[in-house]
């Protein structure tokens, strides 16, 4: 029998549920943002392809009840980019986490931002490799620890947000599992958005992350999110030391410019007339 | 004038709750509760329907449904 609520009904393989995750882990939460963000827009759920890497994170195209793949550590997003080429109508998500997108996969993440491919790419941050149990990421911050960092780590950590933009995303904002409609509502736009996208979702992993790190459990993860994240639209206006110490979520990039796929299509629509002239 | 009564009902699924605690922690009302690892709704006529609950339960356990 279904169970849950029509949201989780609509949009799940409610018989794969309870999932695998910790308790408390935050990917639970973004990955049901994301089926809200879905069902908000009223996507035809035939044309949703959901893609992940390898990770907790990405174990997450398993309980969405849309096309997806679950492919290779680090490449979710080089899949992604080949079956948007094969099938431009589709809107292709992208499912990973700090280490799939920012270690092994950070290639094919500036790659992608740079091409400007209508993908969505959603990057569950959970600051650390969850899965493997608890290696330090490129996302682990400076002088924190994990299983490889036991004195805390001395590779300063990506602003993940700022790696996108630099690279060339078009849509680029950070939220948290605490700020859930925050959230919602930037992988909403995120998805309407034609061009690169990303949206940073910070997540607790309660079991290594919290732990190594003395941060609590998953509700003091949450206390910490709530307290410590400071919009960047208040960041403008608050005194210097109110900000000390806090990080910002928000909206920190939406423009436009030319995509990848439609370039690609240009060139093909050329060539198939010239070719046309030469008979 | 008579209050005005909350539309919805707080429904739990205790067999996929994982006592992690959040909606309790969260709850504006503070009408959730733990009773032996599983979810319990204390109080539902004190429920101001704000779905806070249902949107941070990272286990899908606690939602919010329409009454018939
Ligand atoms: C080619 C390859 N290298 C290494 C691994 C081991 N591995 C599995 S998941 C993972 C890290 C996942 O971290 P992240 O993407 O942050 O996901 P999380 O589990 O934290 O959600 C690693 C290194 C692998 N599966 N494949
Ligand atoms: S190890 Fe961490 S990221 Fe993985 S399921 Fe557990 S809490 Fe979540
Ligand atoms: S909907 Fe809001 S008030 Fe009602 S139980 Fe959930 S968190 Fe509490
Ligand atoms: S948030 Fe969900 S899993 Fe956690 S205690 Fe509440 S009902 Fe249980
Ligand atoms: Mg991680």
Known sequence: ?279 | MAKVKTKKMVKTIPEWCKACGICVAFCPVKILKLENDKIVVTDQEKCTNCMLCEMRCPDYAIYLEEQE
């Open chain 1, 1 to 279: 029998m279904s169970q849950g609520s029509q949201l989780i009904q609509d949009n799940f393989r409610d018989n794969r549920l309870p999932h695998i995750w910790c308790p408390g882990c935050g990917h639970g939460i973004i990955t049901r943002a994301i089926a809200q963000a879905i069902d908000n827009l009223n996507l035809d759920k035939d044309k949703v392809c959901v893609v992940s890497g390898i990770g907790c994170s990405s174990r997450a195209t398993g309980y969405l009840n849309f096309n997806t793949l679950h492919t290779t550590h680090g490449r979710a997003l080089a899949f992604a980019t080949g079956i948007k080429l094969a099938r431009p109508e589709l809107k292709v998500i992208v499912i990973t986490g700090d280490g799939d997108a920012t270690a092994i996969g950070g290639n094919h993440l500036i790659h992608s931002a740079r091409r400007n491919i209508d993908i969505t790419t959603v990057l569950f941050n959970n600051k650390i490799y969850g899965m493997t149990g608890g290696q330090s990421s490129p996302a682990t911050p400076y002088h924190e620890k994990g299983t490889t960092s036991p004195y805390g780590t001395i590779d300063p950590d990506f602003d993940i947000c700022k790696l996108a933009i630099g690279a060339g995303a078009t849509y680029v904002a950070r939220s948290t599992a605490y700020h859930v409609p925050q959230l919602t509502k930037h992988i909403q736009k995120a998805i309407a958005h034609k061009g690169f996208s990303l949206v940073e979702a910070i997540s607790g992993c309660p079991t290594y992350y919290g732990r190594k790190n003395k941060k609590g459990d998953a509700v003091d993860l949450m206390h910490f999110y709530k307290d410590y994240a400071l919009d960047v639209k208040m960041a403008e206006k608050v005194d210097p030391e109110k900000r000390e110490g806090k990080f910002l979520i928000g909206e920190f990039a939406n423009e436009e410019r030319a995509e990848y796929v439609d370039e690609y299509m240009k060139i093909v629509e050329r060539l198939r007339q010239e070719g046309s002239q030469d008979e």
